[in-house]
């Protein structure tokens, strides 16, 4: 196991050099860099990049720098650190990035892993407890669903699964604003944010209280859409325990149908389940919703990504992808370990 983990954590380093590598070549071709956009704002005001995406002039900037002298660009380059060739930009980035430093934003003027940190406790709110209602409602409902298949609980619980499964999360957030955040119909859950504007001045079961209001409406956009996967999963995953031959043995022997389906067939059964339980629970953690965190104001991980892409922000972008792919990828690491943890049968040294 040791010499396995030894690998798997070397080939990490080429797989994160390969990542970082595209995504700067890439960055290198889009239009409308951050020096661009300096320029429009210098000289259109504000009016936004957007009007101005497709007017590039031969050297590559906007008809808005048309009108400002070479030395001018010159300093808007060196200022963003253009004034270096490519190759030289991405492997002081690299260098850096060994120390964890993220670099600065452009436009948010403060260091990305700042930025990170203080975005993160909105997506760890959205990921967590997706991730803890997702498990406790499609296992319950899966094994159920497994021990009572074909039957007319297993149908009607299978159509309103797959259709919340049909319907896109950002559609029913909307569709829940409308209803229930003072839309159309009733004023009953909060319109934005995590917290009310007076949650300082509340009491700590008041603030408790106040939290979990406000998570409501993205937390049940988020979640219904996860059920469908999750639980039929699980029913299949039971549904090929419960017809081995030894539970047929169990059920010859007398043992009670509980005592077989808790004390044999879970075990069994929760295999393929829980070794994705690292990897879903990293990515519910780190990966934010942007649509939902749109919909309903929540300023966290997703739609700084998104400000991010539009602003050419370049290393809120490349250090975003940095961290997350990071954690990606000892994420599955762990999902091997766990595997191997659950089912000792398997022995990843025996594969090589």
């Known amino acids: 196991m040791g010499a396995y983990i030894a690998k798997r954590l070397a080939l990490m380093i ?4 390969g990542i970082l590598l595209i995504s700067f070549i890439v960055i290198q071709f889009v239009p409308g860099g951050p020096v661009e956009q300096l320029v429009v704002q210098l000289k259109g005001g504000h009016e936004g990049a957007a009007e101005a995406g497709g007017q590039v002039s031969r050297e590559g900037l906007y008809r808005g720098g048309e009108g400002l002298s070479e030395e001018q660009l010159e300093q808007f380059r060196a200022f963003y650190g253009f004034d270096k060739p490519a190759y030289v930009r991405f492997f ?13 934003s452009y436009f948010y003027q403060r260091g990305v892993g700042e930025l990170i940190v203080e975005k993160l406790p909105v997506s760890v709110s959205l990921g967590i407890w997706t991730f803890l209602i997702t498990y406790a409602v499609s296992i319950p409902l899966g094994i159920a669903k497994a021990v009572r298949d074909g039957t007319r609980f297993d149908s009607i619980t299978s159509t309103i699964i797959l259709v ?29 944010g995590l917290t009310s504007d007076n949650f300082e001045d509340l009491s700590l079961i008041g603030k408790v209280l106040d939290y979990f209001w406000h998570l409501v409406l993205p937390i049940t956009a988020m ?22 031959q030894y539970v047929l043995t169990a059920r010859a022997k007398g043992l009670p149908q509980r005592y077989i389906l808790y004390r044999h067939v879970f075990r069994n059964a929760l295999i393929p389940i ?42 809120v972008v490349l250090g975003t992808l940095y961290v997350f792919s990071l954690i990606g990828l000892f994420g599955k690491l762990l999902s091997d370990l766990v595997y191997v943890w659950v089912d000792p049968r398997i022995h990843f040294e025996a594969a090589r």
């Open 14 to 17: 080429p797989t994160l050099f």
């Open 92 to 104: 002081d980035m690299v260098k850096n990035y060994l120390t964890f430093d993220l670099g600065e």
């Open 164 to 192: 919340g499964y049909a319907i896109p999360g950002f559609v029913l957030g909307l569709v829940l604003l409308v209803l229930f955040g003072g839309g159309s119909f009733w004023q009953i859950f909060p319109l934005r």
């Open 223 to 244: 979640v219904v859409g996860n059920f469908a996967v999750m639980t039929m999963l699980t029913k299949n995953s039971f549904l090929e325990e419960i017809r081995k």
């Open 274 to 315: 829980v070794t994705g339980f690292p990897a879903a629970f990293i990515a519910a953690f780190f990966t934010g919703s942007l649509l939902i965190e749109t919909i309903f104001s929540l300023d966290g991980l997703g739609l700084l990504s998104y400000n991010a892409v539009m602003q050419r922000d370049y290393p």
